[in-house]
C-alpha cells in the first residue's frame, strides 16, 4: 500500500505550463496522488485475478457488479495514496536527508482520501446487498488496512505489519472480495490462488524498503526491512516471491490450476533470478538497487497476469 511503493505518475512538461488554468492543475495534481503503476500492479491484478476465477473455473460473471467494484478499487487506491502522500508528509519521512526540502502537501490532499475512502465503503455496502456479508468482511478489512497504514493511530507500517497488511490486502482479500460479487460463495481453490499475487506484492513491498533502510528506520517505521537488516530483507523478499511462484506450479501439478498456470513460474522465474542478481551485489548500495525493484516489480505484475489469464481459460 501506498507508502512502501511511491513511483509518481509521468506529467509531460508541457501541461506543466505556468499558463495552464487552475482546474487543470487540480485535475494534474489529482491524476499525480493516483500512482498509475501503483494502481496496476497492486489494485487491478489481484482483483482481475478474482474475477477470472469466477468466470473461468466457477463459470460465473456479472458485469455490473464487475465494473462497480471496480470503481470501489480505484477509489481506494486514491484514498490510500492521497493518506500516504499526507502523512508521511506530516511526519517528515521524506525529508530525512535533506530538511531544507519543502514538501508541501496541501490539506486538501487529506480531504481527497476522506472523500474517496467514503465513497468506496458506499459502494461496497451497496455491493454487499447483492454479494452478501462477506463483502462487509472484505470492505471493513481492505478499510482498516488502507486507512490505518500510515494514517493515525494504527500506522501499521510503524509497527512492522505494514508487509503483511499489503499481502493480506492484495491477495486473499481482494481476489476473494473479487470472486465473491460473482458467485456469492467462497473457494478454497481461490483461496490458494489468491497466495501468489498475495505473496509476490509482500516480496515487493520487502525490495522497496531496502534503500529506504536508513531514513525508515530514523522516522521510526519498524519495517521487516528495518527489523531484519538490509542483507536479511534481500533473503526475505526472494523467498516470498520465490513461495508465490512455487504455488502457481504446485497447483498447477496437482490439479488445483488450470495447466496453463505453470506458465506464470516460467514467465516469473527469469525475472525473478535478474533482480536476485542485481540484489546480491548491490543491497548496501540504494542508487545501485534500482534494478532489484524494478525486476521484481516486472516479476510480479508479469507473473499475476499470467496466471490471472489461465483462470481466465479455465480447466
Excluded at 57 to 63: A, D, L, V
Excluded at 189 to 215: E, K, R, T
Excluded at 292 to 308: D, E, G, H, P, R
Aim: hydrophobic content about 50%; glycine content about 10%; overall charge positive.
Amino acid at each position: 500500500m501506498g507508502g512502501s511503493l511511491k513511483t509518481n505518475a509521468v506529467i509531460p512538461d508541457m501541461l506543466k505550463a505556468p499558463h495552464a488554468p487552475e482546474d487543470q492543475h487540480l485535475v494534474l495534481k489529482i491524476a499525480s496522488v493516483v500512482r498509475y503503476r501503483f494502481f496496476l500492479y497492486a489494485g487491478l491484478l489481484p482483483y482481475f485475478l478474482g474475477a477470472a476465477y469466477a468466470y473461468g473455473i466457477e463459470k460465473t460473471f456479472r458485469p455490473g457488479v464487475f465494473w462497480l467494484g471496480l470503481l470501489g478499487i480505484f477509489l481506494s487506491v486514491v484514498g490510500v495514496e492521497s493518506f500516504n502522500e499526507y502523512f508521511d508528509a506530516k511526519m517528515g519521512t521524506d525529508r530525512v536527508f535533506n530538511p531544507s526540502d519543502d514538501e508541501y502537501i496541501p490539506e486538501w490532499m487529506f480531504k481527497l482520501g476522506v472523500c474517496a475512502f467514503g465513497a468506496a465503503a458506499a459502494i461496497g455496502l451497496l455491493l454487499a446487498k447483492e454479494g452478501g456479508w462477506p463483502i462487509v468482511a472484505y470492505t471493513l478489512l481492505g478499510g482498516a488496512a488502507a486507512v490505518w497504514y500510515v494514517g493515525p493511530p494504527v500506522r501499521w507500517v510503524y509497527r512492522g505489519l505494514g508487509e503483511l497488511v499489503i499481502g493480506l490486502s492484495y491477495g486473499p482479500w481482494m481476489t476473494l472480495g473479487s470472486l465473491q460479487l460473482h458467485t456469492h460463495r467462497f473457494s478454497s481453490g481461490a483461496l490458494l490462488a489468491s497466495l501468489v499475487p498475495g505473496l509476490l506484492i509482500m516480496a515487493l513491498a520487502v525490495v522497496n524498503n531496502i534503500p529506504d533502510f536508513h531514513q525508515d528506520r530514523l522516522v521510526g517505521k519498524r519495517n521487516l526491512v528495518v527489523r531484519l537488516g538490509r542483507h536479511n530483507g534481500v533473503y526475505l523478499y526472494l523467498a516470498l516471491a520465490s513461495a508465490g511462484l512455487i504455488i502457481a506450479a504446485a497447483g498447477s501439478i496437482i490439479g488445483v490450476f488450470p495447466r496453463a498456470s505453470l506458465l506464470c513460474p516460467i514467465a516469473g522465474l527469469p525475472l525473478l533470478f535478474l533482480s536476485a542478481k542485481a540484489a546480491w551485489t548491490t543491497w548496501d548500495t540504494p542508487r545501485k538497487f534500482v534494478p532489484a525493484v524494478k525486476f521484481i516489480v516486472m516479476c510480479y505484475a508479469l507473473s499475476t497476469t499470467v496466471f490471472a489469464l489461465s483462470m481466465l481459460a479455465g480447466k
